[in-house]
């Protein structure tokens, strides 16, 4: 029987567990936490065969470790993991922030394992196993980004597993992933703690706060998000997040100077950004990407996906290296074929 071992059981370590036992591949999960707090909340929720308070009791003999640990705190678990892999074993990762990452486990991990870097593009502003939803990855992107030395079999086992919880595998370059993402969902985070920071500290708060309704809370319950993920983020990927806020400041300020216009703003322009706004929102929600010529992104170059690293995954479905790692496939007739 293949072994996933998860470290980390917070949100997304334990709704990866209950995602994985819910699908269609037959797997033992072993997850640990340094938090007893955390382990006992992942035991409750069923997703784990059993939850060690040892790393090494949980990593040890498995086919797959998978760091689910806030960014800061994985290289010195990937430090005290080294000893205990398997040789073979396939290393991925959850974090927001892949460059430093995949730095890491370059330096730190055995050459015997392959690492591949993971990011699913999905999470909740509350935290803790306790609020683990299995459902969390369905048809959400799940970003992928091998690192140099990741043999195809690594690659092909982390696709799997993307594909067995019901997210959509996003290859993509460690640069690229860590500007996008900056944007996607670094940027409005940052939006939601400006929005109650500027908000917040008014003398007017105590007037202002009752009315808040939900548009108010719709755009700050980012702000809710665990403190210790997003510094994680912030202090592991700041010129992506700088560049992006810097863009967003200067979309902001051609609004503010709209409003401001001498002798009062145009009714038609204003009106006209916010029918750009609204159907560049309503492209989003229908999956049309393509491009806004009038919204610039970040004054930074972001280099491209090296064409050559498509070629690793070619055929990724049909890898007599994938069947190894999860045999344990069930016989379910959609894998058929």
């Given at each position: 029987?293949?072994?996933?071992?998860?470290?980390?059981?917070?949100?997304?370590?334990?709704?990866?567990?209950?995602?994985?036992?819910?699908?269609?591949?037959?797997?033992?999960?072993?997850?640990?936490?340094?938090?007893?707090?955390?382990?006992?909340?992942?035991?409750?929720?069923?997703?784990?065969?059993?939850?060690?308070?040892?790393?090494?009791?949980?990593?040890?003999?498995?086919?797959?470790?998978?760091?689910?640990?806030?960014?800061?705190?994985?290289?010195?678990?990937?430090?005290?993991?080294?000893?205990?892999?398997?040789?073979?074993?396939?290393?991925?990762?959850?974090g927001s922030s892949k460059r430093v990452v995949l730095e890491w486990a370059d330096e730190v991990l055995p050459k015997t394992v392959s690492f591949v870097g993971?990011?699913?593009?999905?999470?909740?502003?509350?935290?803790?196993?306790?609020?683990?939803?299995?459902?969390?990855?369905?048809?959400?992107?799940?970003?992928?980004?091998?690192?140099?030395?990741?043999?195809?079999?690594?690659?092909?086992?982390?696709?799997?597993?993307?594909?067995?919880?019901?997210?959509?595998?996003?290859?993509?370059?460690?640069?690229?992933?860590?500007?996008?993402?900056?944007?996607?969902?670094?940027?409005?985070?940052?939006?939601?703690?400006?929005?109650?920071?500027?908000?917040?500290?008014?003398?007017?708060?105590?007037?202002?706060?009752?009315?808040?309704?939900?548009?108010?809370?719709?755009?700050?319950?980012?702000?809710?998000?665990?403190?210790?993920?997003?510094?994680?983020?912030?202090?592991?990927?700041?010129?992506?997040?700088?560049?992006?806020?810097?863009?967003?400041?200067?979309?902001?300020?051609?609004?503010?100077?709209?409003?401001?216009?001498?002798?009062?703003?145009?009714?038609?322009?204003?009106?006209?950004?916010?029918?750009?706004?609204?159907?560049?929102?309503?492209?989003?929600?229908?999956?049309?990407?393509?491009?806004?010529?009038?919204?610039?992104?970040?004054?930074?170059?972001?280099?491209?996906?090296?064409?050559?690293?498509?070629?690793?995954?070619?055929?990724?479905?049909?890898?007599?290296?994938?069947?190894?790692?999860?045999?344990?496939?069930?016989?379910?007739?959609?894998?058929?074929?």
């Amino acid at each position: 029987m293949t072994t996933i071992a998860i470290v980390g059981t917070g949100l997304i370590g334990t709704s990866l567990a209950l995602a994985i036992k819910n699908s269609n591949l037959q797997v033992d999960l072993v997850g640990t936490d340094y938090d007893s707090t955390a382990r006992s909340g992942a035991q409750k929720s069923g997703a784990f065969k059993r939850v060690e308070a040892r790393l090494a009791n949980a990593i040890r003999g498995a086919d797959v470790v998978v760091f689910a640990t806030p960014v800061m705190a994985m290289r010195e678990m990937m430090e005290s993991a080294a000893p205990e892999f398997e040789d073979g074993c396939v290393v991925t990762d959850v974090g927001s922030s892949k460059r430093v990452v995949l730095e890491w486990a370059d330096e730190v991990l055995p050459k015997t394992v392959s690492f591949v870097g993971g990011h699913p593009m999905a999470g909740r502003e509350k935290s803790g196993p306790q609020n683990a939803d299995g459902e969390m990855f369905k048809n959400r992107a799940y970003c992928i980004i091998p690192s140099s030395t990741a043999d195809r079999a690594a690659v092909s086992s982390v696709t799997t597993m993307a594909e067995a919880i019901g997210a959509k595998p996003f290859y993509i370059g460690v640069e690229e992933h860590d500007s996008f993402v900056a944007a996607a969902s670094h940027l409005p985070f940052m939006m939601s703690v400006a929005l109650m920071g500027v908000t917040s500290k008014s003398p007017n708060w105590d007037d202002i706060g009752p009315l808040a309704s939900t548009g108010f809370g719709d755009l700050s319950r980012l702000a809710s998000g665990d403190p210790v993920m997003h510094r994680d983020i912030c202090v592991t990927n700041p010129e992506p997040i700088v560049a992006w806020m810097d863009a967003y400041i200067k979309e902001l300020y051609d609004l503010r100077n709209l409003l401001a216009a001498e002798g009062g703003p145009s009714p038609e322009a204003v009106e006209q950004v916010f029918v750009n706004a609204m159907d560049a929102r309503a492209r989003w929600q229908a999956g049309i990407y393509s491009k806004v010529d009038n919204i610039a992104g970040p004054a930074t170059e972001i280099p491209s996906f090296a064409e050559s690293m498509g070629e690793m995954f070619v055929g990724r479905r049909g890898m007599d290296a994938q069947k190894k790692i999860f045999s344990g496939l069930k016989n379910d007739p959609a894998n058929k074929g």
